[in-house]
């Protein structure tokens, strides 16, 4: 903030309290791009200690203290955050693989990562793909060059769990990276059963209120000093006001994804039960492919994400899943996920729009696929709106 008073300019000094002032109960936001240094001498001590601030694209407060709380969450080290989830990804992979370098990655990845994987190829690192659901292929995928094997811990749409213990296993030294976004430090701590990083989309569950674009990656400090160094070359650092509202949004997390949970739970139980739904993906029911692992790791829940598939004799995916859409009026289709409001989305023609028809079919993405991310509305208001939507539509 600046003022102009008899033609010179003060400059409003923030972050620096005078002495005696009371803290803020909450932490100030440092939105600024640089920071005054006092002299050669200081500039040079931050430059070599990497502790203070002097330009936000390397570093700032709000980063430092969302970096070291999720850290805490996670039981790592330290950790670093990132414009958006895909930030975080990129700086990841960039930071470990160069060309002539591999990376294995789970086929059933977030859509723009597995677009991630292809932009990676075209710059001469190879990535191949594996199921995760079977850990001992991952085997077959090793060599000499692999650099990291990329997984999420429970994948979107259809819900694969993956057994992180099994993969680290087989990954051995190849360090092992978790994509946390469905599930958080709430549900599982990955890097107690061998991953090497953790990430997070913290635009999701992290803040959980739908109004942040953010990335983390948390770790042991050799990875992570890598990986803040690539960030700040490609520009991938986090906007110092998202960091502060993601902050806020940590308070609430283990009252969220305790709730969020519990209501999933209900909600896959109800409509697997229903007549107008053909089929339920809900890992801890008992026909999901991965119950038996979601059992082992997740017994609190999967997160607030399930998919089902309408019924129809009909018309086609697209216009079923339409009518379905309106008569659901209170649930709105938002493509993304882990708001505080419930919301459907439609795989097939969202996060995995690029995938061949066949391609989709194949692995169950159909038209009449929706998924549902559970917000913090009582269970028996959704049970109600899916009810009615699902009989109307019908
Ligand atoms: C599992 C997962 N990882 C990564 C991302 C990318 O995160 P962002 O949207 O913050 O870039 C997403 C986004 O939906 C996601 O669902």
């Known amino acids: 903030m600046a003022e102009e008073s008899q033609g010179r300019i003060h400059v409003t000094r923030i972050g620096r309290p005078d002495a005696g002032v009371a803290p803020p109960a909450t932490p100030p936001l440092y939105q600024t791009a640089a920071f005054d240094v006092a002299d050669l001498d200081q500039l040079e001590q931050i430059n070599e200690s990497a502790v203070g601030y002097i330009?936000?694209?390397?570093?700032?407060?709000?980063?430092?203290?969302?970096?070291?709380?999720?850290?805490?969450?996670e039981g790592a080290?330290?950790?670093?955050?990132?414009?958006?989830?895909?930030?975080?990804?990129?700086?990841?992979?960039?930071?470990?693989?160069?060309?002539?370098?591999?990376?294995?990655?789970?086929?059933?990845?977030?859509?723009?990562?597995?677009?991630?994987?292809?932009?990676?190829?075209?710059?001469?690192?190879?990535?191949?793909?594996?199921d995760v659901t079977r850990p001992q292929n991952l085997s077959e995928h090793i060599t000499p060059h692999t650099k990291a094997v990329l997984i999420e811990t429970v994948a979107n749409p259809l819900l694969e769990v993956a057994d992180i213990p099994a993969l680290a296993k087989i990954a051995g030294e190849v360090p092992l990276i978790v994509d946390s976004t469905f599930t958080t430090s709430e549900l599982i701590r990955p890097l107690e059963h061998g991953a090497a990083i953790v990430m997070h989309s913290a635009s999701k569950y992290l803040n959980g209120h739908g109004d942040v674009l953010l990335g983390v990656a948390v770790g042991g400090s050799e990875h992570i000093q890598k990986i803040r160094e690539t960030a700040s070359v490609f520009g991938?650092?986090?906007?110092?006001?998202?960091?502060?509202?993601?902050?806020?949004?940590?308070?609430?997390?283990?009252?969220?994804?305790?709730q969020i949970c519990e209501t999933t739970r209900v909600l896959a139980g109800f409509l697997s039960g229903h007549s107008e739904v053909k089929r339920v993906w809900y890992p801890l029911l008992p026909d999901h492919p991965s119950h038996a692992v979601a059992q082992r790791f997740y017994p609190q829940g999967t997160g607030g994400i399930l998919s089902f598939e309408l019924q129809t004799d009909a018309d086609s995916g697209a216009a079923r899943v339409n009518r379905f859409m309106m008569a659901a009026s209170e649930i709105p289709f938002s493509p993304t996920l882990a708001d505080t409001r419930t919301t459907f989305s439609h795989p097939a023609r969202t996060s995995h729009r690029h995938l061949a028809a066949?391609?989709?079919?194949?692995?169950?993405?159909?038209?009449?696929?929706?998924?549902?991310?559970?917000?913090?509305?009582?269970?028996?208001?959704?049970?109600?709106?899916?009810?009615?939507a699902l009989r109307d539509s019908a």
């Open 55 to 73: 330009y936000t694209r390397d570093n700032n407060p709000n980063h430092e203290a969302l970096a070291g709380s999720i850290a805490a969450l």
């Open 77 to 130: 080290e330290c950790g670093a955050v990132f414009a958006s989830g895909m930030g975080a990804l990129a700086a990841i992979c960039l930071s470990l693989a160069t060309s002539g370098d591999h990376l294995v990655m789970s086929a059933s990845l977030y859509g723009k990562t597995l677009v991630l994987g292809s932009r990676l190829q075209a710059l001469g690192i190879r990535v191949t793909y594996f």
């Open 236 to 258: 991938q650092n986090a906007n110092p006001f998202e960091c502060w509202m993601t902050q806020r949004g940590l308070r609430t997390l283990p009252l969220r994804m305790k």
């Open 358 to 388: 066949e391609k989709k079919q194949a692995v169950g993405i159909t038209d009449l696929l929706v998924r549902l991310s559970t917000g913090l509305e009582p269970a028996e208001v959704l049970i109600g709106e899916l009810d009615h």
